[in-house]
C-alpha cells in the first residue's frame, strides 16, 4: 500500500499509467479504520494486477474535496488519471469493495 500525499497525489494517482484504488480515509473514520485491514488484504491479493493506495484526508483536505470526497469512507478505482467508480460511506462495505476491485483487474 503507498501512502499518498498531497505532494504525490498527482504523480501515482492522475498521471499513473493504468489503474490505481485509492482507499480514501480520515483519522477519527471510525468505519475508514475497521475497514484498513480489509483493503490491506486485497492489496496483498490482487497488488499484482492494481495498484493500492491511501489518501489520509486530515492531512490533505483540500485534496479530497478536489476529488469529490466529501463523506468518508470512500474507495475509488482511478484509470489514467480519471476516477472510473467510487464507493462512498454505506456503499463502501468489504463486499462492494471487492467486487468493484475485480471488476476492474
Not at 501512502?3 to 499509467?17: G, H, P, Q, Y
Not at 484498513?36 to 489518501?55: I, Q
Amino acid at each position: 500500500m503507498l501512502e499518498l500525499t498531497k505532494e504525490n497525489f498527482e504523480e501515482e494517482v492522475l498521471k499513473a499509467t493504468g489503474k490505481v484504488f485509492v482507499d480514501f480515509y480520515g483519522d477519527g473514520c471510525v468505519p475508514c479504520q475497521a475497514l484498513m485491514p480489509f483493503v490491506h488484504g486485497c492489496a496483498d491479493k490482487y497488488g499484482d494486477k492494481l495498484k493500492f493506495t491511501v489518501l489520509n484526508t486530515s492531512k490533505a483536505r483540500r485534496l479530497a474535496i478536489s476529488q469529490q470526497v466529501l463523506g468518508l469512507p470512500v474507495m475509488a478505482v482511478y484509470e489514467n488519471g480519471v476516477k472510473l467508480e467510487e464507493l462512498v460511506k454505506e456503499d463502501a462495505t468489504e463486499a462492494n469493495i471487492e467486487t468493484m476491485i475485480n471488476r476492474h483487474i
